[in-house]
């Protein structure tokens, strides 16, 4: 499973929120991008990462916008 949140325009925390719900619903080894503009989701969906335990892939930046890569191991 692989999807992408498109999470521009909201505010810290809610990328950490929605990408963690997505997550936590998702089978073992499922992968999600998470779109964000908020400077803080750079910061807060990694730290999500680390408290509950999902891998974080990768980040780019494109502009004003991060793609984070995440999976569920």
Do not use: N
């Not at 809610?14 to 997550?23: F, G, I, Q, V």
């Not at 503009?37 to 991060?66: K, T, Y």
């Amino acid at each position: 499973m692989s999807e992408t949140l498109d999470l521009t325009g909201l505010k810290c925390p809610m990328p950490a929120l929605l990408a963690r719900r997505y997550l936590m619903r998702a089978p073992a080894g499922a992968k999600v991008e998470v779109l964000t503009d908020d400077p803080m989701g750079v910061i807060d969906v990694p730290h999500m990462c680390r408290s509950e335990g999902f891998e974080l892939l990768d980040i780019q930046r494109e502009g004003s916008v991060a793609r984070l890569t995440l999976r569920k191991p």
